[in-house]
């Protein structure tokens, strides 16, 4: 048994449920001289198995969402211990993001506003996925609220990285959470969108983008595609007189699919 397993259990992160488990528990009740079924008689209930609490099947998630990234983003996944269907889990009722441009129209820094839904099964952590075009560092994480970092895996490379947060306070089924972090991105940031994957059961998408006084668009548009390979649907366009300090745009009961604004 490994010591990150046992801080998994302390955290709340994981608890012990194959038999293998709950053998290595009975084993430490006898190494702390407590008497038999003290700690396995803490447990609370088995989770129930079976299809998460999401519309979407794992290989959907990985298909239709990430296309060519698939890989290098199912590979940071694993080190998290984590899989496609984490990503949709727990579900998000509400999805904000706003997107700060430099003065040379890269992205600066990304802050997420998320409203989770503690579902059928409730949850403990949410893990959340960026994409960089250069990674000469690491992210920086500036600011959470409702979460904290616990892990963070990055593959300069491909430019992704997973990021694995902890939720303040753990959410029971139904149960709602409100959470926010901001991501200062690495340096040299040549790509000019942003975009984000939703899932079945999201009510409301809000994305912004803030532009540096320094730089003027040439045009701003938001857009939807249902996959990375599927044709791109323009929601809403502004010139860039018009989108000059930022752009935004809104939706409620989205359809499943990317949604982003890209900049010129």
């Not at 595609?225 to 809403?236: D, F």
Request: some cysteine; hydrophobic content about 40%.
């Amino acid at each position: 048994m490994s010591a990150s397993t046992l801080s998994a259990w302390q955290t709340g992160l994981s608890r012990p449920e194959r038999a293998s488990s709950l053998a290595v528990v009975s084993v430490l009740e006898e190494i702390l001289e407590l008497p038999p079924g003290r700690l396995l008689g803490t447990l609370p209930p088995r989770r129930p198995r079976g299809r998460r609490a999401t519309a979407f099947e794992a290989g959907t998630v990985r298909d239709r969402q990430w296309g060519n990234r698939a890989d290098s983003i199912g590979a940071a996944l694993a080190r998290l211990g984590a899989d496609w269907g984490d990503l949709a889990s727990p579900p998000v009722l509400s999805y904000r993001v706003r997107m700060q441009v430099g003065p040379d129209g890269g992205e600066l820094a990304l802050h997420v506003t998320r409203i989770l839904h503690g579902g059928s099964r409730g949850g403990a952590r949410m893990v959340y996925v960026t994409r960089y075009a250069s990674m000469p560092h690491a992210p920086l994480l500036t600011m959470t609220h409702g979460c904290r970092l616990a892990r963070f895996r990055g593959d300069p490379a491909a430019g992704v990285a997973a990021y694995e947060f902890l939720l303040d306070d753990p959410l029971s089924p139904g149960e709602l959470a409100l959470t926010e972090f901001r991501i200062q991105y690495p340096p040299r940031q040549t790509e000019k969108y942003t975009d984000i994957r939703v899932y079945p059961g999201t009510r409301e998408v809000v994305l912004e983008t803030v532009f540096d006084a320094a730089y003027a668009p040439a045009a701003c548009q938001a857009f939807h595609r249902a996959s990375p390979a599927a044709p791109v649907r323009i929601l809403k366009e502004r010139s860039g007189s018009e989108a000059r300090g930022g752009f935004q745009y809104i939706q409620f009961n989205p359809a499943p699919g990317i949604y982003g604004i890209r900049w010129e």
